[in-house]
């Protein structure tokens, strides 16, 4: 059932288009400038009355709940607090009836963010759960509910689950924005119609895989990595740490490129290699980025850049580059994810571990 991949990860990081496809699929209303839930029960009124959204969730779906901020901050103008649902729950949480609150999991059964959940619909917070799992807890808790229709996700290492999340959260921040009047007709349609584009961006940015490939065998013995990125980009390079971690063992760590000065440096050396997420949009500050690049390399640092595919200044500077289709400033982290994916998936295939069931790890964490 691994359909000739000899692992469940390396097929659910390949199956990304059609996950993706799945997940747009009869949701995007282009001449209408509008987005379809068939689950969806929330009038216009109160969709206008909330005041402000909290994201609950662990793990990978948190990285996708930091990226959801942005595009939920841009599209509807509604402030987001992302919060990790391990801490929400122990710490006497402000909660009002005017919150939205949304917990995104991919089996929608993780004790701590079911746990989250439950307390904030009881402070009477309306609750949206955004999940893969039909029929699982946080679904059935939920006072509204979103698939993410990514379909069985068994590698424990999430991927398809991630990217699906991105593009759901995407979808919503169109639907928030259409129902509170923060978002035009033809807005929306322009930002739906960059959706409609995902599929195919992430069939061409799948072509890297040579190339990540080499970097992967020339960084597989490595005992840390960096990896930097700057607004929505930020939670790329959180959860392309991660992803590195959980299956490679290596220690790494994701980090915003503007706080690298306030600490992170000091680890530079030339046995650092630094991977730098560095699409070219003013809001993930590529200058600054293209500044981080500059002082990685001044210490010795080993750069592998990630760059749109026509990109010759940061080709010219990086060690290594992996080219990615340019996406919009809100997709780039859905197209950016891929490529980190793999390089995490063939670091750990080259050293040899269990790529599908990490040491110390489960699929779905149903314990606290
Ligand atoms: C990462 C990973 C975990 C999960 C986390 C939340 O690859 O698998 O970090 O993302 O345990 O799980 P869900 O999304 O099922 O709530």
Redesign the pocket.
Known sequence: EKGGYKHFMHKEIWEQPRAIADTLRGRMLLSEGDVHFDTWNLAAEQVKSFTKVTIL??????HSGVAGKHMIESLARLPVEVELASEFRYRDPIVEKSHLVIA???????AD?LGAFKEAKRLGAHTLAIC?VIGSAMTRESDLHILTNAGPEIG???TK??TTQLVTLYLLAVKLGRMRGTLSVEAAQEHLTQLTQVPKMIEDVLKCEPQVKRVAREFMNAQDFLFLGRGPMHPVALEGA??LK?ISYIHAEGYAGGEMKHGPIALIDEKMPVVVLAPKHPHVAYEKIIGNIEEVRARGGKVIAVIDEDDAQADSLADHVIRIPAASALLAPVVATIPLQLLAYHVAEMRGNDVDQPRN?A???TVE
């Open positions: 969730a662990c793990g990978t779906s948190w995104i999991s991919q089996s929608g059964e993780t963010t893969n424990v290492a999430s689950a991630f991660l992803k959980e790890l699929k779905s964490v």
